[in-house]
């Protein structure tokens, strides 16, 4: 494996990467980045985390001219959390440089962002629809631009964005390095490739389709008004040492941690939203075991790497079988075993059968534990909590107290107290969640294109247009929403 060392990058960029803490480049960062760096157009097809953005970023930083204030490159991603993340990324690595990357993305103030864009950010990192609105109102200029990413081509067009897209690259010049990465390569991402890019060069990854044999997998069907007491109810009987849970957007993933948190457990929440410091508190907690449950988007939960996650929970259903792959690999490493679980609404449970084909995977149905036995797991918890106290000599400060209970009380109650008290009362709190709309059905549905961020209100019309009234206006997908 090459390290970043010998790659011939800049010495700022090494010094930054090494604040990091990495050392090794991936196999696409060790094929993709000497290429770029000669100035070569590339397709990378890669999946997600796989270090794809470290891979198109150091060339990028590389070929910026830090004298000048104006944009000079450009990534495009399909969603506000991967283009937050990307700035983030860029702006770790270019901390020695002097180089500023800018997200812009639709739900964010434009005013706000019109006037950091007076600022002259050299590299912008946003949606396209959000890109477009900038374009059409001057304040983004694309004519002196030397590089432009599309990262994530195939999601950008199963979202609608192709279009948007074409009308990005029409601003931008001739003469620049192109570099498109994608999971995969349908026929109009080729088509898009051959229109704007000059000779290509392909590097392709192994695609990582078979999930770890490590990890064993199982589905409850659950109606959605159910899951979080479903959820909680699993969390007694498993008792997860750390456990990973996914939810579909950022509102779902606090809601959820905050409920979770009502409820007794030790989670915090981890999504496109939170800056930098906030990412590395949570992830501190996490791998210091301050908190046992991390609940993340997907795009935000990219790059987690925490040795000892033995369970993760898919709350909301993946949206793709990759999607579900790059899940389930947070637990079950180095030769260990973990537990995947899946949440499926009756609407979804034809997903996990396209997921199970796709992943290779065994996906076992189970039926949801009783109330009685999440209390029995409760209980044995408990138990075993006090029985290595005891073990350990953690109580000799509280004899005095204890002798002056057992003149008062016999030693059977003071012992059902002392476990009730262990066994967190809150789990009785109420706790409601806004609904979310499945997004998968059975019975395929006609799919609908759907345009530009820009149109939002006619999406969501045309959405409901198209499912002849049998979709509610709520059901637009998920990851539109959160690209606008």
Same mark, same amino acid.
Request: proline share 4%.
């Given at each position: ?90 702006? %770790? ?12 993305? &639709?739900?964010?103030?434009?005013? %706000? ?46 979202? &609608? ?102 409820? &007794? ?66 637990? #079950?490493?180095?030769?260990?075993? #973990? ?7 009756? %609407?979804?449970?034809?997903?996990? %059968? ?6 290779? #995977? ?103 247009? #198209? ?18």
């Amino acid at each position: 494996m090459t390290t970043f060392q010998e790659m011939g990058i800049s010495d700022p960029i090494k010094r930054a990467i090494t604040d990091m803490g990495f050392e090794e480049a991936s196999p696409i960062q060790e094929k993709a980045i000497p290429i770029a760096l000669t100035g070569k157009d590339i397709i990378g097809q890669a999946q997600t985390g796989t270090g794809k953005t470290a891979a198109f970023s150091i060339p990028i930083l590389e070929k910026v001219d830090t004298s000048k204030k104006f944009v000079q490159a450009i990534v495009i991603a399909p969603t506000r959390e991967l283009a937050i993340q990307v700035s983030e990324e860029i702006n %770790r690595l270019s901390k020695y440089m002097g180089i500023t990357a800018l997200p812009i993305y &639709g739900g964010q103030s434009i005013e %706000r962002q019109i006037k950091a864009l007076k600022k002259g950010p050299q590299i912008i990192t946003g949606t396209p629809g959000r890109l477009l609105d900038h374009i059409k109102r001057k304040t983004l200029k694309l004519n002196r631009i030397s590089v432009v990413v599309l990262d994530e081509a195939d999601e950008m067009l199963d979202m &609608g964005f192709l279009e948007d897209i074409e009308r990005i690259l029409k601003e931008t010049p001739e003469e620049k390095q192109t570099l498109l990465f994608s999971a995969t390569m349908p026929k109009p991402i080729q088509n898009l490739a051959e229109r704007f890019m000059h000779n290509p060069e392909l590097v392709k990854m192994k695609a990582r389709e078979v999930t770890s044999p490590t990890v064993k997998q199982i589905y409850y069907e659950v109606n959605e008004r159910d899951k979080f007491e479903v959820l909680c109810r699993l969390l007694d009987v498993d008792n997860p040492e750390l456990a990973v849970i996914f939810g579909r957007t950022k509102r779902r993933v606090d809601e959820l941690s905050d409920a979770l948190n009502k409820r &007794g457990y030790l989670a915090d929440g981890l999504h496109g939203d939170l800056n930098q410091r906030q990412r590395d508190v949570v992830m501190n907690k996490f791998r210091e075991g301050k908190i046992d449950i991390l609940v993340a988007t997907d795009v935000a939960a990219r790059g987690i790497d925490v040795s000892g996650v033995t369970h993760v929970y898919n709350f909301d259903i993946p949206q793709d079988p990759e999607s579900y792959v790059h899940r389930i690999g947070r637990t #079950g490493r180095a030769g260990k075993t #973990g537990l995947a679980i899946t949440f499926a609404t009756p %609407r979804e449970t034809g997903q996990i %059968r396209i997921i199970e084909k796709a992943s290779k #995977g065994n996906i076992q149905r189970k039926s949801i534990p009783t109330i009685a036995e999440a209390r029995e797991s409760v209980q044995q918890a408990a138990v075993e909590k006090m029985i290595q106290l005891v073990e350990e000599e953690q109580y000799t400060q509280f004899n005095r107290a204890a002798s002056e209970l057992l003149d008062q009380y016999d030693s059977i109650t003071l012992v059902s107290v002392a476990l009730k008290l262990m066994s967190k009362e809150q789990r009785d709190v109420p706790v409601q969640l806004t609904s979310e709309t499945p997004r998968y059905s059975s019975k395929p549905k006609k799919k609908v294109k759907e345009k530009s961020s820009r149109n939002y209100k006619g999406n969501r019309e045309l959405a409901k247009k #198209g499912s002849k009234g049998k979709r509610k206006k709520t059901s637009m997908s998920s990851r539109k929403k959160e690209a606008l």
